[in-house]
């Protein structure tokens, strides 16, 4: 019972933060409704059991991935979105659309699932176990991962670098 | 025990806590301004009370009656729910930090902390992750040239300096084996050699240790650290579009993050509430609270002191200084200390 | 108890919304962050089933979905960054010619 309440809170936030991030016209309200709305999961995830990808989720997608979209859109100095016409043919098919697909979605979910339920805090074991996992069973997509990161990073500071001057340095005399 | 009482007992300890929090946010203003002033050879505050003791009430009631102004092309809604974002988010982390240890209270154990989650120095450092929305959202809506360059600079310094603080305190989680902060002082109990304390500062930590004080440092944006919000520099940072209450509650948020970071330093690096215990019960249930307020206490001091004496880094110097120097030793010391470890063991 | 299916409505309205905001959004910095909400639709699944079937290596690839999400932001953000320097603009549909 307290599990179904907990969850339906969590949910609607989650639910409420992204429509909201659809509804609002000005970027940074959008990236703080996301924001919400993983600190929402965040408590979803720890219903479940999983703490450890709880915190994470908090330390990592809150409030470090949040933050440099946040930064971004400062930095740019993004204002107000305005309507062009592709974006009210957009409008028109693709909520409707939407809301058809996540309807059938819903009632296949619901009606054949059976009697499939979780327990609050499910998932078994410590951090520790996590840990096993990823530097044994896992340990060649985590070395991947920390390529991956480096090229990102590499490709990251490339790319938003000033370019150089194209003007070639003014001679005395 | 039952839902109700644990709710209860919870309840009071929250009460207590931010109670205690608050009033120590305050007073630390007051011992800065002391401490401060005697390193410069004044003598701070000394007309309010004895000591000045009262000066932070008669902050407080000026606080309150200032005139809060809203400059007029300020992003209305960020701009009143910054200030709440940094004090929320400064004052939730004393949730999972322990000042003693499990006390008999009626019939009831009841461990001196909120709540032992056993995650409990992950959520601290995504609180720390999370705080710094409150600057860089200042920053932003108060729509004025010097808040938004101070607010990127100080958000950029504390998402930078976040690293080298997470990865100092790996050490120390290597070390105890646990993320529980309860369970992190446990593991610092007892004495080598007898009087030699097991605290982790002398089993190893000292790097990691001064690693995890220079990064706290920058992240509660603090001499050295502090150019987004010096003076002289940048008018007064993020905060330089308010006024009254809500410049109050950016005060607040900053020492309370300093209490905060003394408190984890004392818990990781110190022993936490470990010290010689001796007499009777109810001293022995004080005794750890004292040990622990006392070497908070400390730290404190010393990062007042370290206010009072050093001069800022420049921006870039400071940002260099995080990425090329402390980054890399906080990252030698995870390997030294995940080797010795795994030898040992 | 709650059943799976929930966590999963869950999990598939989040992504909705994320495919929503991807189409009708104009603004490429929103467009991005509708990814990251479908990613984390995704996230939601996997750890509900992972817990459904008592297997941590759904956690563990939550980590991986998290770490590719974190690189894809860091590049995009910059790509972002690049293309409004050039085209001053951050609407998609102005950015339509490959010559300025």
New interface residues.
């Given amino acids: 019972m307290l599990?179904?309440v907990l969850?339906s809170v969590f949910?609607l936030i989650?639910?409420a933060g992204?429509?909201n991030?659809?509804a609002q016209r000005h970027?940074?309200n959008?990236?703080?409704s996301?924001?919400v709305?993983?600190g929402a999961?965040s408590a979803?995830?720890l219903l479940?059991?999983?703490?450890?990808?709880a915190?994470?989720?908090?330390?990592?997608?809150?409030?470090?991935?949040m933050?440099?979209?946040?930064?971004?859109?400062?930095?740019?100095n993004?204002g107000v979105?305005?309507r062009?016409g592709?974006?009210r043919v957009?409008?028109l098919f693709?909520?409707p659309g939407?809301l058809i697909?996540?309807l059938l979605?819903?009632w296949v979910?619901?009606h054949r699932?059976g009697?499939?339920?979780?327990?609050?805090g499910?998932?078994?074991?410590?951090?520790?176990?996590?840990g096993w996992?990823?530097f044994h069973?896992?340990l060649l997509?985590f070395e991947v991962?920390s390529i991956?990161?480096l090229?990102?990073?590499m490709?990251?500071?490339?790319?938003?670098a000033k370019?150089p001057s194209a003007a070639p340095p003014k001679r005395e005399g | 025990m039952s839902i109700g009482t644990y709710i209860l007992v919870s309840v009071i300890k929250i009460v207590i806590a931010l109670f205690v929090l608050l009033t120590a946010v305050a007073y630390s203003v007051w011992l800065e301004r002391k401490v401060v002033g005697h390193i410069q050879n004044r003598w701070g505050p000394t007309r309010v009370g004895p000591f000045g003791l009262l000066q932070p009430m008669a902050d407080g009631v000026k606080f309150l009656f200032k005139e809060d102004l809203t400059p007029p092309h300020v992003?209305k809604p960020?701009y009143i729910a910054a200030p709440m974002i940094a004090v929320i988010f400064a004052l939730t982390s004393i949730a999972v930090i322990p000042i003693g240890n499990v006390v008999t209270i009626a019939g009831l154990e009841i461990p001196l902390q909120i709540t032992d989650?056993?995650?409990g120095l992950?959520?601290v450092?995504?609180i720390?992750?999370?705080g710094?929305?409150g600057v860089?959202?200042a920053?932003?809506s108060s729509n004025s040239k010097y808040s938004?360059l101070g607010?990127?600079r100080a958000?950029?310094q504390m998402?930078s300096y976040e690293i080298a603080l997470?990865l100092s305190l790996i050490g120390v989680l290597i070390m105890s084996?646990?993320?529980s902060l309860r369970a992190i002082v446990e593991s610092q109990g007892g004495h080598f050699w007898g009087f030699i304390p097991r605290w982790n500062i002398f089993t190893g930590q000292i790097v990691g240790f001064f690693i995890y004080l220079i990064a706290a440092y920058a992240e509660t944006n603090r001499i050295p650290f502090d150019l987004p919000e010096a003076e002289t520099e940048l008018v007064a940072g993020y905060h330089t579009e308010y006024s009254a209450m809500k410049f109050a509650m950016f005060f607040m948020a900053e020492y309370a993050n300093m209490i905060t970071v003394a408190c984890l330093a004392t818990l990781l690096f110190f022993g936490g509430w470990h010290g010689p215990i001796f007499g009777p019960a109810i001293l022995q249930a004080l005794l750890p609270v004292f040990w622990f307020v006392a070497k908070v206490f400390v730290f404190l001091f010393i990062y007042i002191w370290v206010r009072g004496t050093l001069p800022r880094f420049r921006y870039d110097q400071l940002m260099a200084f995080g990425w090329k120097f402390l980054l890399p030793l906080a990252i030698a010391n995870l390997v030294v200390t995940a080797l010795v470890v795994a030898i040992r063991a | 108890?709650?059943?799976?299916?929930?966590?999963?409505?869950?999990g598939?309205?989040?992504f909705?919304?994320?495919?929503?905001?991807f189409?009708?959004?104009?603004?490429i910095?929103?467009i991005?962050?509708?990814i990251?909400?479908m990613l984390?639709g995704v996230?939601?699944t996997f750890?509900?089933f992972?817990?459904?079937w008592?297997a941590?290596?759904g956690?563990?690839f939550?980590?991986?979905v998290?770490?590719?999400?974190?690189?894809?932001?860091?590049?995009g953000?910059?790509?972002?960054?690049?293309v409004?320097?050039t085209r001053e603009t951050?609407?998609v549909?102005q950015v339509n010619l490959l010559k300025l």
């Fill in positions: 599990h179904l969850f949910g989650c639910v992204a429509v991030l659809l970027p940074i959008s990236a703080l996301l924001v709305v993983m999961l979803e995830y479940l059991g999983a703490e450890f990808v915190a994470v989720q908090v330390i990592v997608y809150a409030g470090a991935i933050v440099l979209f946040v930064f971004v859109i400062m930095l740019l993004a979105e305005e062009t592709g974006s957009a409008l693709g909520v939407m697909g996540s979605v819903a979910l619901l699932s009697t499939e339920a979780v327990s609050i499910a998932l078994p074991g410590p951090p520790r176990i996590i996992l990823l069973d896992f997509p991962t991956l990161v090229i990102a990073i490709g990251a500071v490339v790319l938003a370019p | 992003y960020l989650v056993n995650i992950l959520i450092l995504g720390t992750s999370l710094v929305y860089a959202l920053g932003w938004l607010g990127l958000s950029a998402v997470g084996g646990s993320f | 108890m709650v059943p799976l299916a929930y966590y999963l409505l869950l598939a309205i989040l909705a919304c994320g495919v929503t905001g189409l009708i959004k104009r603004n910095i929103t991005f962050m509708s990251e909400l984390n996230n939601l750890v509900a992972a817990a459904h008592h941590l290596s956690q563990v939550v980590f991986f998290m770490v590719v999400a974190a690189a894809e932001a860091a590049v953000l910059a790509i972002i960054i690049a409004y320097r951050l609407n549909d």
